[in-house]
């Protein structure tokens, strides 16, 4: 883990880079970058010299109304703002080999469409407890690794891989072909989460509160596994299931 950079190291805010031109020098320098924010509708030839830039790397572009980036900065962005990650995220094609090397069962954890930077934060704490591996979130649609998700993971954040990828089926694929297991935890199935066997090298997948699981990721899963509920309130928050489901792999792993 010695590639992290230490917590003493971290900002209270993201650090943001400003200006088309330095954006662009930023990406070749290979800094961390957690987002891009674009102003609606902007072009020019040094615009599309940074669309260009991004399309080799896994660094989110997101077109916005200049409202929301004279929020951000008073100085002369130029319609174009970065914001500099606080921490170095990981290749999941990288981790599974090590961890099989050091003579460990993965345990890897992956979130679909998870948003919230506190429920990121919060599930981040927990897979740190239990000994997750990774985890792996998907380019758009994934919570913004901030301050606050820093803060609610206790520091966890900077101790644990996170993978970034473009797309989950195929990173689901690579996991099945690597020897792991995927158990994705929902509500659609009447299997417990009681049933799968998280001795066997394992991939958990938790989807958004809101939206669940996608169908595509159901579909590739080989257990469907629900937490079972009995009162009047039908579900958990996310990150409460994540540890639900976690610990039952802890449980089964710390009785085998």
Request: net charge neutral.
């Amino acid at each position: 883990m010695d590639n992290f950079r230490r917590p003493q190291r971290a900002k209270e805010n993201n650090e943001f880079v400003f200006g088309i031109r330095a954006v662009i020098e930023a990406v070749k320098a290979g800094r961390d970058i957690e987002t891009i924010y674009q102003q609606r509708g902007l072009g020019g030839e040094l615009f599309l010299e940074l669309k260009a830039l991004l399309k080799d790397t896994l660094i989110p572009l997101n077109a916005v109304p200049i409202e929301k980036l004279n929020r951000m900065s008073q100085k002369n962005h130029q319609g174009v703002i970065a914001v500099i990650s606080p921490i170095t995220y990981q290749n999941i094609e990288d981790i599974i080999p090590a961890v099989f090397e050091k003579g460990e069962v993965p345990l890897i954890l992956v979130l679909d469409s998870v948003t919230d930077v506190r429920n990121m934060g919060a599930m981040a704490r927990t897979a740190a407890c239990v000994g997750v591996h990774a985890i792996v979130v998907p380019l758009k649609n994934a919570a913004q690794i901030n301050a606050d998700a820093i803060k609610t993971s206790a520091g966890a954040l900077f101790n644990i891989p996170i993978c970034r990828h473009a797309n989950l089926h195929k990173i689901c694929l690579y996991l099945q072909e690597s020897g792991l297991q995927i158990v994705a935890c929902t509500e659609k199935t009447s299997d417990l989460i009681y049933a799968p066997d998280y001795t066997m090298p394992t991939a958990i997948v938790m989807g958004s509160e809101d939206e669940g699981i996608s169908n595509d990721l159901l579909r590739v899963a080989d257990h469907l596994a629900k937490i079972p509920m009995s009162g009047k309130i039908e579900s958990l928050n996310v990150s409460v299931s994540a540890g639900v489901i976690l610990y039952e792999a802890v449980r089964q792993r710390t009785l085998s």
